[in-house]
């Protein structure tokens, strides 16, 4: 399938409407010449009302993280943005509820085949680092702190939300370590006008 039809066909998906709190909106980025993947979770409420993937303070956190400007970051020719689920699953007890599963088997494969350029993948959070690598018992800690083990073809990062502070402030290495070596290999990788 053509690539623009694909898309086509990703934004007008309902699978899972009946389970949202809302009308479906599948929020997402992606053109197949997108050197860095983004795999988050879903889109949060703030998204959810832009229509614009990380349009919340994580979205400023993780454009922090990797050295770019909001115009960057959204262009789609150089950033893709593919969470687990493309529509803002509502909300729980603790935060948002899990990314619907429904959305990655229905779209993921057929989007990244198109992907092909792709040489660097971001994996944010504990929902996308199960899929992407596998639930091999790791926590997200441990997972994190093995990122030389994928480096440099792909990241596991903690969720940039600021629900995650406290997390920051007890893995300093964190941000000494990680973030440099991802901000280096962004700038090689982005070309960037």
Same mark, same amino acid.
């Given at each position: ?86 529509? !803002?699953? +509502?909300?729980?007890? %603790? ?11 229905? /779209?993921?494969? @057929? #989007? ?19 899929? !992407?690598? +596998?639930?091999?018992? %790791? ?11 994928? /480096?440099?073809? @792909? #990241? ?38």
């Amino acid at each position: 399938m053509k690539f623009d039809a694909l898309l086509e066909q990703v934004q007008a998906c309902t699978l899972c409407a009946q389970h949202l709190p809302f009308e479906p909106k599948p929020i997402f980025q992606a053109h197949p010449a997108a050197r860095i993947l983004i795999i988050g979770q879903a889109p949060g409420r703030k998204a959810h009302e832009a229509g614009v993937p990380f349009d919340d303070p994580s979205g400023q956190r993780l454009r922090e993280w990797m050295g770019l400007t909001s115009t960057e970051f959204y262009d789609r020719k150089q950033v893709a943005i593919l969470p687990m689920g493309f529509c !803002f699953p +509502g909300t729980g007890k %603790s935060g948002d509820l899990p990314p619907r599963p429904e959305c990655a088997p229905a /779209w993921r494969d @057929a #989007l990244m085949n198109h992907l092909t350029e792709v040489e660097l993948t971001l994996v944010l959070g504990r929902f996308a680092q199960a899929y !992407f690598f +596998g639930d091999r018992g %790791s926590s997200l800690t441990q997972r994190v702190a093995a990122w030389r083990d994928t /480096w440099p073809q @792909a #990241l596991p990062l903690p969720h940039p939300s600021p629900r995650n502070n406290l997390w920051l402030r007890r893995n300093r290495w964190f941000e000494d370590q990680v973030i440099p070596a991802l901000q280096e290999r962004v700038v090689q990788l982005l070309r960037i006008e």
